[in-house]
């Protein structure tokens, strides 16, 4: 079994990769994991309409039938939200998800290696994965970091899930070489909440801008970026966040099962309004990633 095997673009991503064009990675554990029913279709592909209307091409990412795709049909969409067994597909889990057919949704981190792999350089989310809340006891901590740092990418999302411990999550974005630059902002967003996070290593204010440090910073260090905007409308969750890990303690939730069970608890207490803000920030990071993609090549010709 080789790589081509396994990697399988659509037709649609393969053309625009060889010809230069500018695409965007879209992950798919949201589709799976992160709305209930369909809706996590329907983010998914208002995502991919953003991605469109700003100039790229989206290449939405998943493992089926034995196969990693990046570029999705929406019937493949619909079964990762309707099969009650979708495997999240970390870095880790690619090669086994490969072998054993399972239908398998990509997290940051499992796109993040298909990016690698694929050559895609830009990719929108809603919220990566970081530093779980008493990591020093459990030592949980999100494999979106690693790759990151590791793969020469831009990240468009509105910063750390809220569940995580925001600060140390920054804090190791440092420690790993990571820039994180503010859309318009000098502090971190909290995904929900657009303040109360940590110093940004760097504001950025246009495109052009952010496509620039991203260019040199390639050639610099070759490793990634977190593009950090926040949520068009925040919510300050934090006593309910708290409640949620609470509750999925006591549910006995650990590892990759805290996220669902968290963002479930917010959605229900907060009547849907979390959800909606949600599929909000997903869409318009996925426009933002999407921008920068088609601004790079210019920007970086003039530096």
């Keep these: 079994m080789t790589l081509d095997d396994v990697l399988r673009p659509s037709a649609e ?33 208002e995502s991919e309409r953003r991605v469109r209307a700003a100039g790229a091409v989206p290449a939405t990412v998943a493992v089926v039938d034995g196969q990693i795709r990046a570029g999705l049909a929406p019937a493949v969409m619909e079964r990762l939200a309707a ?7 970390g870095p880790r889990d690619l090669a086994a998800c490969v072998v054993s057919g399972d239908l398998g949704a990509t997290t940051v981190g499992g796109t993040l290696a298909v990016c690698r792999l694929a050559g895609i350089r830009f990719m929108g989310t809603g919220g990566i994965g970081g530093v779980h809340r008493g990591f020093a006891r459990t030592l949980d901590i999100s494999a979106d970091l690693a790759q990151l740092a590791r793969t020469p990418a831009l990240v468009v999302a509105s910063g750390p899930k809220s569940l995580l411990d925001v600060p140390a999550t920054a804090e190791l974005l440092e420690s790993l070489g990571v820039p994180v630059l503010g859309w318009r902002t000098g502090t971190l967003p909290r995904f929900y909440s657009a303040a109360g996070g940590p110093p940004v290593s760097a504001r950025v204010d246009s495109v052009a801008e952010a496509a620039r440090v991203a260019g040199l910073h390639w050639e610099l260090t070759g490793g990634g970026l977190l593009v950090a905007r926040p949520p068009g409308r ?14 999925a303690g006591r549910a006995g939730a650990t590892g990759q099962a805290v996220t ?17 803000v949600n599929a ?5 990071n996925a426009g933002l990633a999407a921008e920068l993609a088609v601004a790079y090549p210019a920007a970086n010709r003039a530096t």
């Design 13 to 45: 991503v393969a053309e625009a990769l060889a010809a230069g064009e500018p695409v965007v990675a879209l992950e798919t554990t949201l589709v799976s994991h992160g709305f209930p029913g369909m809706r996590g279709v329907e983010v998914a592909l």
């Design 83 to 89: 099969s009650p067994d979708v495997r999240k597909a």
């Design 234 to 247: 925040s919510l300050d969750v934090d006593e309910l966040t708290e409640r949620a890990l609470e509750a």
């Design 260 to 276: 669902p069970a968290v963002l479930a608890y917010l959605h229900e207490q907060t009547g849907g309004a979390t959800l909606e």
């Design 280 to 284: 909000e920030l997903i869409a318009d």
